[in-house]
């Protein structure tokens, strides 16, 4: 989930694994994206603990933020796209490193919305009785997308 939260917010740049003592660039790492983009298709500790005594997954307390930080980029998204003619002639034609990660984190997100931000998902019970819950629902259709102000400032 913190992993997911700090591309949301700011996407590749300084995130990095540490392991015996080196420090890897996720973005060294053959599908690192994949690997954290997909918190809410896990089982979270209390998922594998059949949310003893609890009334709500993890899962369903992260869903507010999680989509907060995805409104949060595709406002960014559309603020750059709209920026962008002006950096490129003061920069010669080249994005910034950052819009570049921020734009290759929203692309591989968008691609896969359903699967990283499901409607759905199943809460199981300590006593293993399983109930099916909203968990996004059609909430990300209710986002603006990156764009949609355009098409609105060329009527």
Same mark, same amino acid.
């Given at each position: 989930?913190?992993?997911?939260?700090?591309?949301?917010?700011?996407?590749?740049?300084?995130?990095?694994?540490?392991?015996?003592?080196?420090?890897?660039?996720?973005?060294?790492?053959?599908?690192?994206?994949?690997?954290?983009?997909?918190?809410?298709?896990?089982?979270?500790?209390?998922?594998?603990?059949?949310?003893?005594?609890?009334?709500?997954?993890?899962?369903?307390?992260?869903?507010? %933020?999680?989509?907060?930080?995805?409104?949060?980029?595709?406002?960014?998204?559309? /603020?750059? +796209?709209?920026? !962008? #003619?002006?950096?490129?002639?003061?920069?010669?034609?080249?994005?910034?490193?950052?819009?570049?990660?921020?734009?290759?984190?929203?692309?591989?997100?968008?691609?896969?919305?359903?699967?990283?931000?499901?409607?759905?998902?199943?809460?199981?019970? %300590?006593?293993?009785?399983?109930?099916?819950?909203?968990?996004?629902?059609?909430? /990300?259709? +209710?986002?603006? !997308? #990156?764009?949609?102000?355009?098409?609105?400032?060329?009527?």
């Amino acid at each position: 989930a913190e992993q997911l939260a700090h591309l949301l917010a700011v996407g590749s740049r300084n995130m990095y694994l540490a392991e015996d003592g080196e420090l890897t660039p996720l973005s060294d790492i053959d599908d690192w994206l994949t690997q954290s983009i997909y918190v809410f298709n896990g089982n979270l500790t209390c998922c594998r603990r059949k949310h003893e005594g609890m009334a709500k997954c993890d899962k369903e307390l992260l869903r507010t %933020p999680m989509l907060g930080l995805w409104a949060q980029l595709n406002e960014r998204c559309s /603020l750059d +796209r709209k920026e !962008q #003619p002006a950096r490129r002639s003061i920069a010669g034609g080249s994005q910034s490193e950052k819009l570049r990660r921020i734009d290759h984190v929203y692309e591989e997100i968008s691609k896969k919305l359903d699967e990283v931000f499901p409607r759905e998902f199943n809460f199981e019970c %300590p006593d293993g009785h399983v109930e099916k819950r909203q968990l996004f629902g059609d909430l /990300l259709t +209710r986002l603006p !997308q #990156p764009g949609d102000d355009q098409e609105e400032d060329g009527a």
